[in-house]
């Protein structure tokens, strides 16, 4: 029902910059929080950056003051604006989504988290 789709990935060289989209399908009457997560093989998924409903953000140290996350007006899409892009932030880049679980948002098999495919992000040195 619910549908993420990661697209804006690529292949950069250092000091470069990206932006990575989530277009989200299926409309659920529950407020949500938005986040970025990434992965590379053999490691465990990584928390990147992450807006809540009423638009206040929070980012991993590893990319505060490069990276920023940002949604449209309709809250439709989620985007993050990666600048001076670093080898290390080589990784397959999810988005996730939330919803918040109150008196009138109770979802079906009590599943309230939404992930995305993944979109590749390769920085070359």
């Known amino acids: 029902q619910v549908q993420l789709v990661e697209s804006g990935g690529g292949s950069v060289q250092a000091g470069g910059s990206l932006r990575l989209s989530c277009a989200a399908s299926?409309?659920?009457?529950?407020?949500?929080?938005m986040s970025w997560y990434r992965q590379t093989p053999g490691q465990e998924r990584e928390f990147v950056s992450s807006i809540d409903w009423y638009g206040s953000t929070t980012y991993a140290d590893s990319v505060k003051g490069r990276f920023t996350i940002s949604q449209d007006n309709a809250k439709s899409t989620l985007y993050l604006q990666m600048n001076s892009l670093e080898p290390e932030d080589t990784a397959m880049y999810y988005c996730?989504?939330?919803?918040?679980?109150?008196?009138?948002?109770?979802?079906?098999?009590?599943?309230?988290?939404?992930w995305g495919q993944g979109t590749q992000v390769t920085v070359s040195s």
């Open positions: 299926g409309y659920i009457a529950c407020r949500y929080d």
């Open positions: 996730k989504r939330r919803f918040a679980r109150s008196s009138v948002c109770v979802l079906p098999q009590g599943r309230y988290d939404y």
